[in-house]
């Protein structure tokens, strides 16, 4: 059993109202909250043409896309992850430009507000990453790309911890 929506659950009832963070032992000077839409049903799921790992079953089950972190003010930080209609247009969109980098299975299924990055999720069942989220940088070769964390539970789990922060640019 999946933890997804227990993550999600937490960061509704701590972050449904505006309310200051703090990043990298500093409150960050603008307030965020996380805001979820519908979950999908097992119809709409099984109209995908990937293989979804999991979590991200569970998570589009518990919430059909979501805004996470936002900065409810200026709309300068957050994340959009998106719902399962905007998928297949903004992965077409990162093949065609970012054709060198692509690999299969990849799916974009974010991207972070304020900046150009984008949130990946491995689908390719037979590859060793399979299900692992990455960040995909505007400017840097797929070399460079963090990888934020091993699943999506685990990446929404620490990004609930860390307040929205970017935490894999710490690992670095």
């Given at each position: 059993m999946f933890k997804v929506k227990e993550v999600l659950d937490k960061m509704n009832s701590h972050w449904s109202v505006p309310k200051s963070a703090v990043h990298r032992a500093a409150e960050i000077p603008f307030k965020l909250r996380c805001s979820?839409?519908?979950?999908?049903?097992?119809q709409k799921l099984s109209t995908l043409a990937i293989s979804l790992p999991p979590e991200a079953i569970e998570f589009y089950k518990a919430t059909d896309g979501a805004v996470l972190f936002k900065d409810d003010e200026y709309g300068q930080w957050g994340l959009e992850i998106y719902c399962l209609d905007e998928l297949d247009?903004?992965?077409?969109?990162?093949?065609?430009?970012?054709?060198?980098d692509a690999l299969e299975?990849?799916?974009?299924?974010?991207?972070?507000?304020?900046?150009?990055?984008?949130?990946?999720?491995?689908?390719?069942p037979h590859s060793s990453d399979f299900g692992s989220v990455m960040i995909v940088s505007a400017i840097d070769q797929r070399e460079e790309w963090d990888t934020a964390a091993i699943d999506l539970e685990s990446f929404l789990l620490e990004l609930y911890s860390q307040q929205g922060d970017k935490y894999w640019e710490l690992m670095r």
């Open positions: 979820f839409n519908n979950g999908a049903n097992e247009r903004a992965t077409r969109f990162y093949l065609d430009k970012r054709s060198r299975g990849d799916l974009i299924i974010g991207e972070f507000v304020g900046d150009s990055d984008l949130l990946l999720l491995r689908c390719n």
